[in-house]
């Protein structure tokens, strides 16, 4: 299954400045998922990035907080803009794995906004 | 995607087999059944899916009722490793198929 590079592992940082998480594939992909995971909750999916178009925002979720970008096949961006304490999160992406074998995630980004 | 339910929590014991439940009652036809973990503080891992047949694979086996309303996945020999949040899901097995829905999920606690 593909492998997938998160980072930053994590970061604290100040309210009302933004944070970019990048995901490198060891694979090309045609889509990526980004989601977010508030404490003692379950992921719930913030978009959908595909190559060479616009991603695709769940409800709830802006592009104007949440920019995407996905310059290639194996490589997107997920910045968090304007942050509060309520951006603090766990931050992950997402692929789907080769031959059915449901999804691979990369390791998070644990956020944390003071 | 269908909608799962899934106990809140289950404990078992170190060394015995750990039978994680999940309904969908409205699986479609060609919606598959996926089981994953998340350990503290990681990102989810694949454990095994499923569409109408049993699977076992070196990590779990998946047993789906002939409705296919519901099935259980099944740890073997439960370790203290494997104290995670289990979450069922299901959806088509396409790659292309797009996102993926995840429910709260079961918190297993394998005690010593």
């Known amino acids: 299954s593909a492998v997938i590079s998160q980072k930053p592992s994590r970061d604290i940082c100040q309210r009302g400045t933004s944070l970019t998480i990048q995901c490198q594939v060891d694979s090309q992909v045609t889509m990526m998922f980004w989601y977010r995971q508030q404490p003692g909750q379950s992921l719930t999916l913030i978009a959908t990035a595909n190559q060479g178009s616009e991603a695709t925002y769940e409800s709830g979720f802006v592009i104007d907080k949440f920019p995407i970008s996905r310059p290639n096949l194996t490589f997107s961006t997920l910045t968090v803009s304007n942050m509060s304490p309520e951006d603090s999160s766990i931050y992950l992406c997402?692929?789907?794995?080769?031959?059915?074998?449901?999804?691979?995630f990369g390791s998070g980004t644990r956020l944390t906004v003071v | 995607d269908a909608k799962t339910t899934q106990p809140t929590s289950m404990d078992c014991a170190e060394g015995r087999a750990a039978n994680l439940p999940c309904n969908h009652s409205?699986?479609?036809?060609?919606?598959?059944v996926y089981w994953y973990r998340q350990i503290h503080s990681q990102g989810p891992q694949y454990i095994i899916h499923g569409l109408k047949n049993n699977e076992t694979n070196e990590m779990a086996s998946l047993i789906i009722t002939e409705d296919r309303k519901s099935s259980t996945l099944i740890l073997p020999h439960a370790t203290l490793r494997d104290t995670a949040v289990y979450y069922c899901i299901v959806r088509v097995s396409n790659t292309n198929a797009g996102k993926s829905t995840f429910g709260d999920g079961t918190t297993l606690t394998v005690k010593p």
């Open positions: 997402s692929v789907h794995g080769t031959g059915g074998y449901g999804y691979t």
């Open positions: 409205t699986i479609s036809g060609n919606e598959y």
